[in-house]
C-alpha cells in the first residue's frame, strides 16, 4: 500500500472534512516538526481505530489538543500523524453530590470550568494557556499547575479516573468515578506529565471543589531576599489557610503590577498572598498575614476585585507567549529552602548578557524563569541554574527553546534511576515506539 493510499484510509476514518493533509498540517507542528496529515476523530471509538492502523502501518502518532504546548519536550523524531481530539468536548457526568465529574480530554479548561460553575464548582487547577484553549488532556499529560496548587494539589491528586486509548488501538480505563473507590495502583497518575507518550487521553474523571465565596490578596515588596524568605517561612509555619504564595522577583514584580494596577515596591523582592474561602474567614486570615509580613519589615497592599484577578492572571501566564528566538523557559523544583540559591544565580546572570525574569510557587520550590539573551548565553545560564538546583537535590528542564539551545543544555538534566524505569514503562504502553517517538527522553 502506498503513502497517499494510506493517509486516505486514515482520513476515511474521520471523514474527509475532519483531516487536514499536505501543506496545512504545519499548523500543527510539534517542536518544529511538522506531521503528515491532521486527523479530528469524534468518538472514541474513531481514536482506536486510527490508533490500530498507525500501529499496523508503524506511523507515529502525536496526540495533541489546542497545540497550546507543542513547546514542551524534545523534538519528535518522526511526526506521521497529528491526532487531536478536540472534538471530544463534552461533558459526559457531573456528580455534584459527590464532587466530582467526568469529560472527554478535548474539553478546553475553560469551557469545562464554565460546566461546572451552575453548580457552584470547579476543577482547582490553573495553569497557564486557559484562554488560548488549553484542554483538559493537555494539562494531565503536561501535568502543569499554577499558583493555586498549594491549597489545592497538582493535577495528579485531582486526578481519580481515566480512560485513554494505547498505541495498538485497546481501549482501556484506570483509577475509578467515585473518590472513595480509588485503591491499588493509580494508573491515572502513570499518565500525568507523560506527554502523550503512553496513549491517547480521552475521557478524565476529576475531584471537584466548591467555588469560594470571597478572595483578596497581600501584595507585599522587601528590603531584602533573605526578608522576604524569612516571611515565607513564618507564613506557611503559621495558622494561615493560604490558597497560593508566589515569591517573585522584582522585574517581574513591576511587569505584572503596569498590567494590573497592583501596587508594588519598586526593586524588591515580593510575596503575594492570596486567601479565598467565606468573607468573614479571608477578612480575619487577610489581617493574620498583614501581621506578619509586617514583622518582617513589609508593608502589605491588598487587593480584591479585577486588580486581583487581573495580578494573578499575569502571574499564572508568566512565561506565556509563543517560543521565539533568543528566548528559553525554564522550570526548576527545589526544596523550599533553596529557592533564594536560585534567585540569587538569576541575579548574576545579567552580567553574562542575560535577562531573566522568575516566579516561585514559594510553599512548593517551583520556580518559573524566563530567560532572553542569546544561545552562547542562554545554554551558560541554563547551565549555571541546573547546577544549583540539582545541588540541592532538585531539577531544572526546560519547558521551551530554540532546537539548538534544547540540543546544547539538554532539556531534561540529570534522570539517574529513572531513566531506565522510564524506558521500561515506555516499551510496555508503546512498543513499536509510535506515539511522541523521542519527545520524553
Known amino acids: 500500500m502506498g503513502d497517499n493510499e494510506i493517509l486516505n484510509n486514515l482520513a476515511g476514518i474521520v471523514s474527509g472534512e ?3 493533509p499536505g501543506d496545512g498540517a504545519a ?15 469524534g468518538t472514541v471509538e474513531e481514536v482506536s481505530e486510527i490508533m490500530k492502523a498507525a500501529s499496523r502501518d508503524s506511523l507515529s502518532v502525536i496526540p ?7 513547546g514542551l519536550g524534545d523534538a519528535v523524531t518522526r511526526a506521521d500523524v497529528a491526532l487531536s481530539v478536540k472534538r471530544l468536548g463534552r461533558i459526559l457526568e457531573h456528580e455534584s453530590a459527590d464532587m466530582v465529574a467526568t469529560a472527554e480530554c478535548g474539553m478546553t479548561l475553560a469551557a469545562f470550568q464554565e460546566g461546572l460553575g451552575g453548580k457552584n464548582q470547579f476543577l482547582p487547577v490553573d495553569p497557564p494557556h486557559a484562554k488560548e484553549g488549553a484542554t483538559l488532556g493537555g494539562i494531565i499529560a503536561s501535568g502543569d499547575s499554577g499558583p493555586e496548587r498549594l491549597r489545592y494539589g497538582t493535577t495528579r491528586e485531582l486526578l481519580i479516573g481515566m480512560k485513554a486509548v494505547r498505541a495498538d488501538g485497546t481501549i482501556f480505563n484506570g483509577g475509578a468515578k467515585v473518590v472513595k473507590n480509588v485503591a491499588g495502583y493509580d494508573l491515572p497518575k502513570l499518565f500525568v506529565g507523560s506527554l502523550g507518550t503512553l496513549g491517547v487521553l480521552v475521557e478524565a ?12 490578596t497581600c501584595v507585599a515588596g522587601f528590603g531584602s531576599l533573605e526578608d522576604s524568605q524569612a516571611a515565607v517561612h513564618a507564613l506557611l509555619n503559621s495558622d494561615v489557610v493560604m490558597t497560593s504564595l508566589e515569591h517573585v522577583t522584582p522585574l517581574l514584580a513591576e511587569a505584572v503590577s503596569e498590567r494590573s494596577g497592583a501596587p508594588v515596591k519598586r526593586g524588591s523582592y515580593h510575596l503575594a498572598v492570596r486567601i479565598a474561602n ?11 498575614v498583614r501581621g506578619i509580613l509586617k514583622n518582617h519589615g513589609a508593608e502589605a ?9 487581573c495580578f494573578w492572571n499575569g502571574i499564572r501566564e508568566f512565561p506565556g507567549g509563543p517560543s521565539e528566538e533568543g528566548r528559553a523557559v525554564l522550570k526548576a523544583g527545589v526544596v523550599i529552602s533553596e529557592v ?3 534567585f ?26 524566563e530567560l532572553r539573551g542569546d544561545d552562547h548565553a542562554l545554554v551558560s545560564a541554563i547551565d549555571s541554574l541546573r547546577m544549583v538546583s540539582e545541588s540541592g537535590g532538585g531539577t531544572l528542564v526546560i519547558n521551551d527553546a530554540s532546537p539548538d539551545v534544547k540540543s546544547a543544555a539538554g532539556v531534561w538534566g540529570d534522570l539517574g534511576s529513572g531513566y531506565d524505569l522510564m524506558k521500561r514503562i515506555k516499551s510496555g504502553y508503546d512498543p513499536l515506539n509510535i506515539l511522541n517517538p523521542g519527545r520524553l527522553v
Open 18 to 20: 475532519n483531516a487536514v
Open 27 to 41: 499548523e500543527f507542528s510539534v517542536g518544529g516538526v511538522a506531521p503528515r496529515i491532521v486527523l479530528f476523530p
Open 64 to 70: 495533541m489538543g489546542s497545540n497550546t504546548k507543542s
Open 205 to 216: 474523571t476529576f475531584r471537584l471543589y466548591p467555588v469560594p465565596e470571597f478572595s483578596r
Open 278 to 288: 467565606v468573607d468573614k474567614a479571608v477578612r480575619d486570615q487577610t489581617e493574620l
Open 301 to 309: 497592599s491588598v487587593v480584591e476585585g479585577d486588580v486581583e484577578n
Open 340 to 342: 533564594p540559591s536560585v
Open 344 to 369: 540569587k544565580v538569576i541575579e548574576m546572570l545579567a552580567d553574562g548578557g542575560v535577562a531573566a525574569l522568575a516566579s516561585a510557587r514559594a510553599g512548593n520550590g517551583v520556580i518559573m524563569i
